[in-house]
């Protein structure tokens, strides 16, 4: 599907060891890799099928990889969920569900992951 090919998209990240040290501005020049182009086709995704049509499959691809064991498919499930948010009903109760299962993974072993989620 497209968003099961968008999610593999946005698993382009290096595995730079002195990521987690880099300056915000620094990592503002590098915005052409596979994240940042995923999280822009996510959007547009999302907004030509309709939010309503599109929540669901995308809250269901997004548990589903984030609890995949290769780190680059958990920060893409969290990537991908920050873009969904924007898109959400007002729907407190789902809101409240989404924040308690994604701080579960502030304590991941991969800071990539814990900088999506």
Known sequence: TSLQAILKLMM????????????????DDMNDDGGDVGCHAIARL???IRAKHFIG???????????NPNWRCRS???????????????????????VLYVLQ???DPNPHVRYAA
């Open 12 to 27: 382009d990240q290096e595995d730079d060891p002195e990521w987690a040290l880099r300056d915000d501005e620094e990592d």
């Open 46 to 48: 999302a907004r030509a």
């Open 57 to 67: 499959p995308a809250l269901v691809a997004v548990r589903k990889w984030s609890t």
């Open 76 to 98: 893409a499930a969290f990537l991908a969920l920050s873009q969904l948010g924007e898109i959400l009903p007002d729907d407190t109760e789902e809101h409240r569900k989404l």
């Open 105 to 107: 993974f502030f304590k």
